[in-house]
């Protein structure tokens, strides 16, 4: 096969988001394995090398896909891989995976799915966890390919990550369009996050808010976090009488989702070798959407 055979090049014609005209391009393509095509770095825009699905094309612009090293892999079951480098992965995971093993839980994990996936590459390659999500959350989550990449980003986390957005779905009407909570939480012995709005020896969590939909049933937040403390939300939510859907462990009595209204939507940092910001956002899950349709 000949170095064109390798490359496509298409020129652009309108300004048009990088998916949508890559999905017009390559019509026998599903998004997924043009989302794998990105995440494995195998479009160029001009001479830069892009994994952002919404990067907004101009006319005039040449668009090149790398087929020389497609990787159009089946993703692992129960996340998403949307981003890959040589020194990190993200992905997306689903409610219901547990992030890492606990002593007294084994079973499948997003730790150990993405583990054996990249271990079916190469029995040498390994991933480190940075960060967790709870069980039940969805969303964004990054692991490190290598323990140095691991150790450089967990020293400096507070300087490196620039952004942690979820979007919560909770109990009532919000009245207040925006706010933010500060309170200090403790873990009792059966593993419940305790708030104390004074000083108590716990961990300081600063959570902030705003309204994006609401109805007299439930409000859509965007939270973002200032801290990342474990239950830090649920907790926080729980606090000013809106609790996560979902959420017995933290007062809900509403399930209308079958699952924590709780979804880690945007992942902003600094990448660690290259100093470039990046950012992920997610989709908010339509069950949460549906929510907010009027009858």
């Known amino acids: 096969m000949t170095e064109k055979e390798r490359k496509t090049r298409l020129e652009?014609?309108?300004?048009?988001e990088l998916m949508k005209f890559l999905m017009l391009?390559?019509?026998?393509?599903?998004?997924?394995?043009?989302?794998?095509l990105l995440a494995h770095r195998q479009i160029s825009v001009g001479s830069e090398i892009t994994s952002k699905f919404d990067y907004p094309l101009q006319e005039g612009q040449q668009v090149v896909?790398?087929?020389?090293?497609?990787?159009?892999?089946?993703?692992?079951?129960?996340?998403?891989?949307?981003?890959?480098?040589?020194?990190?992965?993200?992905?997306?995971?689903?409610?219901g995976l547990l992030s890492i093993a606990t002593d007294s839980e084994k079973e499948q994990t997003a730790y150990s799915i993405l583990s054996d996936h990249v271990k079916k590459r190469d029995p040498k390659n390994k991933i480190f966890v940075l960060h967790r999500l709870d069980r039940e959350?969805?969303?964004?989550?990054?692991?490190?390919?290598?323990?140095?990449?691991q150790q450089m980003m967990q020293k400096s986390w507070k300087e490196t990550v620039l952004e942690r957005t979820y979007v919560a779905v909770v109990e009532g009407s919000v009245n207040?369009?925006?706010?933010?909570?500060?309170?200090?939480?403790t873990e009792s012995k059966a593993f419940i996050m305790y708030s104390s709005r004074t000083p108590n020896g716990g961990q300081k969590a600063i959570t902030h808010y705003k309204v994006l939909k609401k109805n007299k049933h439930y409000s859509l937040l965007e939270v973002n976090l200032e801290t990342g403390r474990k239950n830090q939300i649920r907790v926080h939510m729980k606090d000013i009488g809106h609790s996560v859907i979902g959420d017995k462990k933290y007062g809900s009595t509403k399930q209308p989702i079958a699952r924590l209204g709780l979804h880690a939507r945007v992942l902003a940092f600094k990448h660690p070798i290259s100093g470039e910001e990046v950012r992920y956002e997610a989709s908010i899950p339509k069950e949460f959407l549906n929510l907010f349709k009027s009858n």
Do not use: C
Request: net charge neutral; glycine share 4%; hydrophobic share 35%.
């Open 12 to 16: 652009v014609t309108e300004p048009v």
């Open 25 to 36: 391009k390559f019509p026998e393509k599903s998004r997924k394995d043009i989302k794998s």
């Open 65 to 95: 896909v790398n087929w020389n090293k497609v990787l159009i892999e089946k993703q692992p079951e129960g996340l998403n891989i949307v981003h890959e480098d040589p020194y990190l992965i993200i992905i997306e995971k689903q409610a």
């Open 137 to 149: 959350t969805s969303g964004v989550m990054m692991f490190a390919k290598s323990e140095k990449i």
């Open 176 to 185: 207040k369009e925006e706010g933010t909570i500060t309170s200090w939480l």
